[in-house]
């Protein structure tokens, strides 16, 4: 059973906070509040994390609540939480979907421009050290991941990831000086020096 520490809140006036009386109410009723919320939602650490922060609003909130009627007071808060987290992900459900939606709508580039452009930065990516060339090919290029990456030269994969990064970075820099206001605009009739 987890156990919560309940900090008592000094206000300058003493009706804006419950009485010691109704918070030793709350703390001793919390094996059933904890039950309430678990019969409704979908795990107990979900019920845990609502139960915390109604525990947290309701010293907050319970201002003039008597102390006879508190445990029924806060069976409403508790009401709301559950609605709320519903609520919440529901919501987050509908944005998931949205999300998934656009990302199986996207598409490649066709396949000429994509040339075009793998021409152009492959130019350039003869430029950078072998180990950057070698990371930018296996994780760009390949789409293969880290992983696959750390294991063929031999890194851990937090040292793959700096690798990537550092050779994209490098791959930007030879990209804006070879390529100038084509790289900042997107120019699809690239005539820079890396074309040429």
Not at 105 to 114: D, I, M, V
Request: net charge neutral; proline share 3%; aromatic share 6%.
């Amino acid at each position: 059973m987890a156990c919560y520490a309940f900090p008592v809140t000094v206000h300058a006036k003493p009706s804006k906070s419950l009485s010691p009386q109704a918070i030793a109410q709350l703390v001793s009723g919390h094996r059933n509040f904890l039950a309430f919320l678990e019969r409704r939602v979908e795990s107990r650490a979900a019920a845990e994390d609502i139960l915390q922060s109604a525990f947290a609003r309701g010293l907050e909130r319970g201002a003039g609540v008597q102390d006879e009627k508190v445990v029924a007071w806060f069976y409403r808060v508790l009401r709301n939480a559950v609605i709320d987290h519903y609520r919440h992900r529901s919501t987050s459900a509908r944005a998931m979907e949205v999300w998934g939606r656009d990302f199986t709508e996207s598409q490649e580039p066709e396949a000429e421009l994509r040339q075009e452009i793998c021409e152009c930065v492959s130019g350039l990516l003869a430029t950078l050290k072998p180990e950057y060339q070698d990371a930018l090919r296996i994780v760009d290029l390949e789409e293969r991941n880290l992983s696959d990456l750390a294991q063929q030269s031999g890194i851990t994969a937090e040292n793959a990831a700096v690798r990537v990064h550092r050779a994209r970075k490098a791959l930007r820099r030879q990209v804006e000086q070879a390529c100038g206001t084509c790289a900042e605009h997107g120019c699809l009739d690239c005539g820079c020096k890396s074309s040429g």
